[in-house]
T-cell receptor
């Protein structure tokens, strides 16, 4: 089945460390997204990419960077992790046009920054 | 800016009964889409149902239906004949069509189905 995968699924790290979260998809979608989920706040958009050469900041991009290595791969980096970046991180994909343009989500990465 | 409000942090429903999860939204755009996602305890986000702002009929998908009241800017999810497996977090989200495909999410409602 075409899928969206995230690695690692769980990560515990220390303040100040550099962390990379990876997302791969076999759906053939052009558009990819990174969200974080905090309790009671739903999901908030960090970065999004409409193709390999197009990367845009979302609502909460400070402290994060991304790389779109290929159509199928979109990585999120925390250059110097801090405790308030402890959250559940989701990657998502979508097509450019379609009946609903719904986003398909990966399983999530639970990140804890000590 | 767009905003989604889900006023029910948590709800209980008896198995086999229907339940309505509230969602109100705020946007000045005329063309937009509304989504509901389910997040079980395992954490994944599952797409449930979609309603376009120009759709004249309320969306339905199996036991899920969307009560869309455009003038009130509400898009409530109705789950009929609740099952134990419906226990989960439910998120309402909106996409404004002239702003790419980005979603704005509400804070979610935790639904607990009682046997």
């Amino acid at each position: 089945d075409a899928d969206v995968t995230q690695t690692p699924r769980n990560r515990i790290t220390k303040t100040g460390k550099r962390i990379m979260l990876e997302c791969s998809q076999t759906k053939g979608h052009d558009r990819m997204y990174w969200y974080r989920q905090d309790p009671g706040l739903g999901l908030r958009l960090i970065y999004y990419s409409f193709d390999v050469k197009d990367i845009n900041k979302g609502e909460i991009s400070d402290g994060y960077s991304v790389s779109r290595q290929a159509q199928a791969k979109f990585s999120l980096s925390l250059e110097s992790a801090i405790p308030n970046q402890t959250a559940l991180y989701f990657c998502a994909t979508s097509v450019q046009s379609g009946p609903h343009n719904e986003q398909f989500f990966g399983p999530g990465t639970r990140l804890t920054v000590l | 800016a767009q905003k989604i409000t889900q006023t029910q942090p948590g709800m209980f429903v008896q198995e086999k009964e229907a339940v309505t999860l509230d969602c109100t939204y705020d946007t000045s755009d005329q063309s937009y889409g509304l989504f509901w996602y389910k997040q079980p305890s395992s954490g994944e986000m599952i797409f449930l149902i979609y309603q376009g702002s120009y759709d004249e009929q309320n969306a339905t998908e199996g036991r899920y239906s969307l009560n869309f009241q455009k003038a009130r800017k509400s898009a409530n999810l109705v789950i009929s004949a609740s099952q134990l497996g419906d226990s989960a977090m439910y998120f309402c989200a909106m996409r404004v069509n002239n702003a790419g495909n980005m979603l704005t999410f509400g804070g979610g409602t935790r639904l607990m189905v009682k046997p």
